[in-house]
């Protein structure tokens, strides 16, 4: 039997304090918010967001968001000069972030809950995997967008969008409405802009689409204007 004196003991303790990994947190200069709409809870209350500002010299500010669940605290990605909004899914497993980027645009996020808390769930802004998707459309892809580009994620993500009538399945898709403007649209006539052209993402395979039910909406979206 091997006994250990007290100084031994006491320095085996410091040696495991020292090497557990510090709690993460917002770093010095951020503070949280105290507006009560930026922060969201997850529909089974375990994971709450918390939005922190730091403002620098010539108005240089910067927004983190950090998700809390327990005593643990994790950032969810990307820094922003910007606060944001957002949604959940009905399960808790997925959270888009609505995030305005400049001037009258807006991109998407997407998170999904892994090894106890929420990660990227995409390389890419889910925004902007959507303009991928609405560029490689033979009907859309000549259109060029220069400003106002806002993706935004549309109300439903809890119910499974069933005030469309519709009976999808629970915490499967993602409706995203894209919207945009060309600040010098060509000499002979061309798009004048986009609004509110809508695609959906499928959680599981990771893939948009456009359901019929849309169609016509999106034709009206594709705004023509002739320049005289």
Known sequence: MTVFSRG????????????????????????LSDDADLAFTSPDGATRLEQY??????????????????????ELKPEQGYP??????????WL??????????????LY???????????????????????RSRPDTKSMKLDYHITANLVKGTEDAYRWLGVSWPNNRYLLISLSGEMDKPPKNGAVK??????CRYD??????????MFAKGNAEALKWKIKR
């Not at 944001?84 to 497993?93: E, K, L, M, N």
């Not at 888009?96 to 996020?109: A, H, N, Y």
């Not at 599981?204 to 019929?212: E, I, L, Q, W």
Request: hydrophobic share 45%; no cysteine; charged share 25%.
């Open 8 to 31: 031994a003991r006491s320095l085996a303790v410091a040696l495991t304090l020292a090497a557990a990994p510090a709690l993460a947190a917002p770093p010095p200069g951020f503070t």
């Open 53 to 74: 500002m730091r403002e620098g010299e010539d108005f240089d500010i910067k927004w983190q968001v950090w998700s809390r669940r327990g005593g643990e605290m994790r």
């Open 84 to 93: 944001a909004g957002f949604r959940f899914t009905a399960d808790s497993q």
């Open 96 to 109: 888009v972030r609505m995030q305005k980027t400049g001037s009258g645009e807006q991109d998407l996020f």
């Open 112 to 134: 999904h809950f892994e090894n106890g808390g929420f990660v990227n769930a995409t390389k890419t802004s889910l925004g902007d995997l959507a303009w991928a998707y609405f």
């Open 193 to 198: 802009g986009l609004a509110d052209w809508k």
């Open 203 to 212: 959680l599981a395979t990771g893939k948009f689409d456009v359901p019929k």
